[in-house]
Nanobody, 124 residues
Framework: VQLQAFGGGLVQAGGSLRLSCAASGRTIVGYTMGWFRQAPEKEREFVAAIRWRGSSTYYADSVKGRFTISRDNAKNTMYLQMNSLEPEDTAVYYC??????????????????WGQGTLVTVSS
């Protein structure tokens, strides 16, 4: 599976962005999909995840209520709607896929495939 994340950019605090993660090579049906982010000089951290049927979603406390993860299996694509953005959300955002879809969603080691990342910059 190849993943490509896009949709990042520069936005003012309080603004919104929608990230997309397009998968190719095979269908993502059956895969848990996740978003992680990495700010400068910080470790990569969990943002959100969604099970393959879309019925279960998970969020980091820092983004709960502001970000929404979704997926369209027919389009082989996952999304992250980010509202009320804060300067602390500035980071490179990565999408990831877990082919086993059975373990924890919070750890980077659970995921088998990663996209190249898209930069989100939130100005104050």
């Amino acid at each position: 599976v190849q993943l490509q994340a896009f949709g990042g950019g520069l936005v003012q605090a309080g603004g919104s962005l929608r990230l997309s993660c397009a998968a190719s090579g095979r269908t993502i049906v059956g895969y848990t999909m996740g978003w992680f982010r990495q700010a400068p000089e910080k470790e990569r951290e969990f943002v959100a995840a969604i099970r393959w049927r879309g019925s279960s979603t998970y969020y980091a406390d820092s983004v709960k209520g502001r970000f929404t993860i979704s997926r369209d299996n027919a389009k082989n694509t996952m999304y992250l709607q980010m509202n009320s953005l804060e300067p602390e959300d500035t980071a490179v955002y990565y999408c990831a896929a877990d082919r086993l879809s059975s373990g924890t969603v919070y750890q980077t080691g659970q995921y088998d495939y990663w996209g190249q990342g898209t930069l989100v910059t939130v100005s104050s």
